[in-house]
């Protein structure tokens, strides 16, 4: 039997779900994936009250809110995308969310990662956090208002000079196999008017290019670009972005193995960008 | 564990969508509940803290001396006898409608949709007062604690000062409604930490209560006498049901150890060997902290004595400085983190109640509207928020102990919900109570005779309360406080009933919730 690749929707009946599902739909149809679109409704623990608070008629109801919540959001895939949907308990969203791609063996996990009342685009709310700092996945967010688009036409991949870039460079391999779309590569430097331009960039970019060309196995352009900026912000402002592109950054080696833990850099980007990210764990076990 | 469930299912758009056992089975991977996770010491320390001592002691103390005079001890082991009748019904429902859960649920099945409604909307009106009086005695302590932080007694009497009490409730409340409204709960650690703080702070307490004694400088020394076991020594037979009443309130959340089956390591020996633990420790303590308080303050209405109304309704507050001295302060956070967790998690109970009534349309349908974010019950935690603190902030201007009258009204509403669901059990499994001998004792004898307690101390206590005399003395027009406040909540009751029978009769005609016995 084939493993069907899949990616768990992280729902709720919330803009944010909403969001979730739209940059599901963009990346199953980029990659030919299905979805898992999960709701995780909050299991009791033994909570210390005068009544007793874990009775099986408030769980139905909830269960049965959830089940309707998911016909809605189900309203939403479009034909060509293949979606089930799950009610799941946990003892956290996060929790429920991360069990779930053990049991479905997903490949990714998709959140709305705007948290509500703050004008940025990208700030992350808590089940977002918490995924970045347990997924032993990657991690999709999904910028405020999101929408997919026909198709993603472009992927950027920022990376560092630190050690770890070779796995998120594998993993962009594996991500672009067999797909006719523009890969970008690029890293990100911060300037000051003092100190001059480090020219280590440019040769670092030669590099990853090279390492890319000898493994990969997609049909579109590599390009490769440096940007600069007073600050990580300025830096990814200053690159053009397009309404059908998404975004790959690793994770940090402060991570522990396997997991995925957002380093100040890729939190930085976050902040000022217009499109969706992935972030890849790439600390080697 | 979790099972796809592709197929998209039909759902009544009319609004009325009874779950039933398999439907709601079927929907879902496992239930809510966590199962096996809990351990003998787990199920016992959850126990103890659904019974919240330190609190339940501050709160009933003065008023059960009041009522019963020495004989408290006594009255503390009868009153336990129709909480555990009551509970071995409790937990024979539990058993055998595992898909229905609450005292709503279990009465509308048994009895049909009027006394379920009434079932449902005592629980309710238990809970929310309960949540007044913790708020309360949290305000007193809050200042309390303050003052003897800073060696500053000026602090403590903020707590007298009504706007300022008040919105210090407030804030407890709205604390307490944003936590649980988020979801959050307490964790096992912080729970095994209160309770075992309590539990040292208690006995130290009751420890120092008597060496004072011994030293002879209790305030109102008074030798202790193996008569004060005899409950059938107190002078009449209402200080009787009075002090039963209240000794109920301080079980009062034992039974929910008896119905943790799931969660437990072992559903088969865990809970009931949990609810012995809970109720040998909760004795002991109780004896202790009653005997110790009794022989160093006596039953007076001297300034320290446990028959004074000015500090009857928190007597710790007042006896924590003069027996404890400089460690006061260890009993006020004992008594304020106990008050303060106890809050917060009995905010859950009344909230969830009306969402379940609201879902069957019991109640108006908003109460059964459901957080998209945190999946918590949203409105009905606000209006359990917003009544609990109108409510306190009513009784805080007119009585003059707010906690006193609260407590003695609340014993009074945990007779009368518990005592509808005893005789529901009775009444749902009729058909079989002459079975075997096990049934006839648990399912039929167990609850009927504690219903019949639990009703005839009812009746007695809402007459006895008409008096205006009773609880601290407050009165409109003639009519006790106690009285006028139990009345009003059963007559409001009835009244919103008749209302949403008119505005929506589906709940009433039996539509939504259908009435049975255990042999459908």
Redesign the interface.
Known sequence: MNHIGNYVVAYEATERGREAIELGIALARLTTAELRICLVLPRSTAVAAKVPVASADYEGVIAQQAQLWLDEAMVHVPADVVATNHVLWAESTSEGLIEATETFQSDRIVVGAARTGILDRFTIGSVANALLHASPVPVALAPRGYRAQARISRVTCALGTRAGWQTLLDSMVEVSAGLDVELRFVTLVEVDARSPRIPGSDDHLKTVLEYFNARKRSRGTVSTQVAEGPTVEAAVESLDWRDDEIAFVGSSRLGSPRRIFLGTTANRMLHSLPVPLVVVPTTTP | ??????V??P?ADAGI?F?DAA??KS????????AG??GLL??T???I??I?PAYTLTASLGPTAAAVGTQMPGIFLVGFLPMLLVALGYRELNNAM?????S??WATRAFGPWLGWLGGWG?IV??VV?LSNLAGVAVDFLYLALAQIFGNPAIADLAGNIPINILTCLVFMVGACYVSYR?M??T?SV?YWLVGFQLIILVWFAIAAIVHFSAGNAFDATPFSLNWFNPFAVSSFSAFAAGVSLSIFIF??W??TL??NE?TKNPKTTPGRAATLTVVIIFVLYLLVAISSLMFSGIGAGEFGLGNEEISGNVFAALAGPIMGPFAVLLSLAVLSSSA??LQ??F???A??M??MG?YQAFPKRF?G?S?????PAFATVVAGVVAWAFYAVMRVISNDVLTDTILTLGMMICFYYGVTAFACVWYFRKEAFGNARSFLLRFLAPLVGGLILAVIFVTTLIDSMSPEYGSGSNIGGLGLVFILGAFLLLAGVALMLVMRAVNPAFFTGQTLKKGTSRD
Do not use: N, Y
């Open positions: 564990m979790a099972r796809s469930k592709s998209q299912k759902h969508d779950i439907e709601a929907g879902l991977s496992s239930k809510g509940l966590s996770t809990v787990g199920a320390v959850i126990g803290s659904c919240a595992p898909d229905s859960g609450t709503f649920t629980l238990a809970t309960v979801g709960e307490a096992k729970q009062w959340g039974d929910v119905t943790m969660e967790a106890s998690s009995t859950v109970g009344p969830r109640t969402l379940a879902h059964a459901i998209p974010r945190f999946k918590s």
